[in-house]
C-alpha cells in the first residue's frame, strides 16, 4: 500500500514543475538524472531518494514539505 507522500509526490511534481514552465528533459537536467528516471517519479512508477527529492526541490527552488504534502 503507498503511503499518502508516496501518491503526493508526483502529483507535486508535476504540478510544480508545470508553474514554472519546465519540462521533464529540463528537470532531469537540473538535477543531473536521465529524463526517464525523472519521468517514472513524476508518474509514481519510481521512489526517489531523499538525496533526490532535496535536488528536485532545490531546483525548483521549494521546500520539501511543498513536494511531499
Same mark, same amino acid.
Given at each position: ?20 514552465? @519546465? ?36 531546483? @525548483? ?9
Amino acid at each position: 500500500m503507498k503511503s499518502r507522500a508516496s501518491k503526493a509526490i508526483p502529483y507535486n511534481l508535476r504540478k510544480i514543475r508545470d508553474k514554472r514552465n @519546465l519540462t521533464q528533459k529540463q528537470m532531469a537536467n537540473l538535477i543531473k538524472i536521465t529524463e526517464s528516471a525523472y519521468a517514472k517519479i513524476e508518474r509514481g512508477e519510481r521512489v526517489p531518494s531523499i538525496h533526490t527529492l532535496e535536488k528536485i526541490s532545490d531546483a @525548483l527552488g521549494v521546500k520539501l514539505d511543498d513536494i511531499a504534502s
